[in-house]
Antibody, heavy 120, light 113 residues
Framework: EVQLVESGGGLVQPGGSLRLSCVAS????????MTWVRQAPGKGLEWVAS????????YYVDSVKGRFTISRDNAENSMSLQMNSLRAEDTALYYC?????????????WGQGTLVTVSS | DIVMTQSPDSLAVSLGERATINCKSSQSVLYRSNNKNYLGWYQQKTGQPPKLLIYWASTRESGVPDRFSGSGSGTDFTLTISSLQAEDVAVYYC?????????FGGGTKVEIK
């Protein structure tokens, strides 16, 4: 059974940093693209970033470029999102998602999410 | 960026009746070399993560009931629930995975009339 478990969310002040983690199990982690998608309270879905199987390709939404860094550790079956210079508009539930086989940017399995709140 | 526009924002349908959700992309998501539309549909129930229903615009994900169907090509797509069940109450999103940034529609809330 595919499982994705996010952690690391919490309350942080504007300008602060947070590191989210996603631990995967139930599949061969190193063979799938992985993605972060966020959802602000009461709002729709927003793609944040995706990383290729070997980390050789990484893509971000413009609003987080230069502030967020996605990475993965295939030996540990984990993915991370380092978030710096956080803003109020980054407040959201952050989901970790695994791609569909051979369709890198389509998310087939999702975790339950970890909540990030940016507020003073 | 490809803008995904869904309509309506919400709809209320009687149990057993048809629900139709539209999704329009600002540019084509049809990849000519393989004739595939890079368009997916998700269902999100309250308090849950999204669930993939449809990919390649019309292929049902494994385990998805056949009352869910997707259609369309190029820039215009439709998700149809042929006979609405109580468990189908949710918000539905379309998503293009043709190019980055990956983009989602704004969502359509489906309720029981």
């Amino acid at each position: 059974e595919v499982q994705l478990v996010e952690s690391g969310g919490g309350l942080v002040q504007p300008g602060g940093s947070l590191r989210l983690s996603c631990v995967a199990s139930g599949f061969t982690f190193s063979t799938y693209w992985m993605t972060w998608v966020r959802q602000a309270p009461g709002k729709g879905l927003e793609w944040v970033a995706s990383i290729k199987q070997d980390g050789s390709e990484i893509y971000y939404v413009d609003s987080v470029k230069g502030r967020f860094t996605i990475s993965r550790d295939n030996a540990e079956n984990s993915m991370s999102l380092q978030m710096n210079s956080l803003r109020a508009e980054d407040t959201a539930l952050y989901y970790c998602a695994r791609s569909f086989p051979r369709i890198g940017w389509l998310s087939q399995y999702w975790g339950q999410g970890t909540l990030v709140t940016v507020s003073s | 960026d490809i803008v995904m526009t869904q309509s309506p924002d919400s709809l209320a349908v009687s149990l057993g009746e048809r629900a139709t959700i539209n999704c329009k992309s600002s540019q084509s998501v049809l990849y000519r070399s393989n004739n595939k539309n890079y368009l997916g549909w998700y269902q999100q129930k309250t308090g849950q993560p999204p669930k993939l229903l449809i990919y390649w615009a019309s292929t049902r994900e494994s385990g998805v009931p056949d009352r869910f169907s997707g259609s369309g090509s190029g820039t215009d797509f439709t998700l149809t629930i042929s006979s609405l069940q109580a468990e189908d109450v949710a918000v539905y999103y379309c998503q293009q995975y043709y190019t980055t940034p990956v983009t989602f529609g704004g969502g359509t809330k489906v309720e029981i009339k």
